[in-house]
């Protein structure tokens, strides 16, 4: 072992990521680094904290891996991404996420959560499937015994201020906007060097690139499904700013839309309230004759329709399997020929054999997103 000072050792490894590795240099180089009662290594983004025996039982690459784990957990947002979930199979789901791309260039002590299952899975997908299926806790490293700063190994602590109170949401936004120009700086810096990890790309693109919201595309195409006619009496906004007259669409009201409420356990309450109070808004928009919400889990548990200019509001009913079919068949059993059939669910599910005639949207909660047929828009 090195006869350096533990935190010499540290100061040694961030000083090699900036020269040799500048992305994630250039993102340990935010942190204070705190001596703290942890047993491992931990951070909230803008500290790493270290226990002092933790760090002389590691070797160089070691030390060099897990500060590399901890500075990926900041690239990537996790401490900002916590939510109210478990901090065990959270921090556990985080370590999935991220470790197998880092054992490709560094050292990680032994043990740790490694599987390839979750290749590309975000570590939210990842959080939910451990929760439906609880592995046993790792031996020997990367996720922690559940208390916060704990664990064989690289820990994510929720954020605080000086008063180790949690962050509000403004306080949140100005925290996750700094890590980002930090983020962004690491990107820049070692590109100029030529020394961007190939590997770390397609998670960067996808933080800092702004995506497409769900509500925005679920609304463009659910009203882009009801045009009725054109118009001349007002042109066209969009195309009229670039000096282009053009028709309006003319919209005079749908037929009837069948959503189906995936009602299984792996909604949580507050994704529903939003997916409702989004579809309570492209009903006043697209005024649709009737909407036909059906609560489903292995069967259709329950049934609230609504008249047009109705205000549409949740009642959920069920939690049992997950089974797509009884909505189509809901459907079909009762003469409903619909406009669109729009289903919010995780998409773990049997599909029916065959597409029905009508356009169907999956309003996915998970990662996937591909369906037999229909659309897929995936809430994150």
């Known amino acids: 072992m090195s006869t350096l000072s533990v935190h010499d050792r540290i100061a040694k490894a961030r000083i090699k990521l900036v020269l040799d590795d500048p992305f994630f240099g250039v993102i340990c180089m935010r942190w204070e680094v ?24 590691l070797t160089d690459d070691e030390l060099l891996g897990v500060i590399v784990h901890e500075a990926m957990h900041v690239a ?12 065990l199979p959270a921090n556990m789901a985080m370590d999935f996420a991220i470790n197998p791309t880092i054992c490709e260039r560094y050292t990680l002590p032994p043990g740790g959560c490694n599987d390839p299952k979750y290749a590309n899975w975000t570590f939210e997908d990842i959080y939910d499937d451990l929760m439906k299926n609880p592995p ?28 180790g109170q949690e962050l509000s949401e403004s306080e949140m936004k100005v925290m996750e906007a700094d890590m980002k120009s930090t983020i962004s700086n ?3 810096v070692a590109k100029k060097q030529g020394k961007m990890p190939a590997n770390m790309e397609r998670f960067i693109d996808k933080l800092l690139k702004p995506q497409v ?3 925005e595309k679920l609304r463009a195409v659910v009203t882009g499904m009801y045009p009725t006619d054109y118009t001349w009496r007002r042109f066209n906004r969009r195309l009229e700013g670039e000096g282009i007259y053009a028709p309006s669409i003319l919209r005079e009201g749908a037929g009837e839309i069948v959503v189906g409420i995936d009602t299984s356990g792996s909604i949580g309450k507050k994704e529903l309230t939003t997916f409702f109070s989004e579809l309570a808004a492209i009903a006043e928009e697209v005024i649709p004759e009737k909407v036909h919400i059906l609560y489903i889990d292995a069967e259709v548990s329950g049934v609230d329709t609504f008249e047009a200019g ?12 997950t089974d797509f079919r009884p909505a189509f068949k809901w459907t079909e059993d009762n003469g409903v020929s619909p406009q669109a059939l729009v289903y919010f669910t995780d998409m773990y599910g049997s599909f029916p054999d065959a597409p029905p005639h009508y356009p169907v949207i999956w309003v996915s909660t998970s990662n996937i997103n591909t369906a037999p047929f229909g659309e897929v828009i995936n809430v994150r």
């Not at 705190?34 to 002092?52: F, K």
């Not at 401490?79 to 979930?85: A, I, N, P």
């Open 186 to 188: 690491a990107v820049a």
């Open 76 to 87: 990537l947002l996790h401490m900002l991404r916590l939510g109210k979930r478990e901090h």
């Open 136 to 163: 046993p806790p790792p031996q020997g490293g990367g996720s922690g015994d559940g208390e916060e700063g704990k664990g064989p190994w690289g820990q994510v602590m929720k954020p605080t201020d000086k008063n």
């Open 310 to 321: 109705d205000e549409i509001v949740a009642r959920p009913r069920g939690g049992g399997g």
């Open 213 to 215: 919201d769900w509500r």
């Open 34 to 57: 705190v001596e703290a009662h942890t047993d491992t290594m931990a951070t909230d983004g803008n500290n790493l904290y270290y226990s002092s025996q933790f760090v002389q039982g």
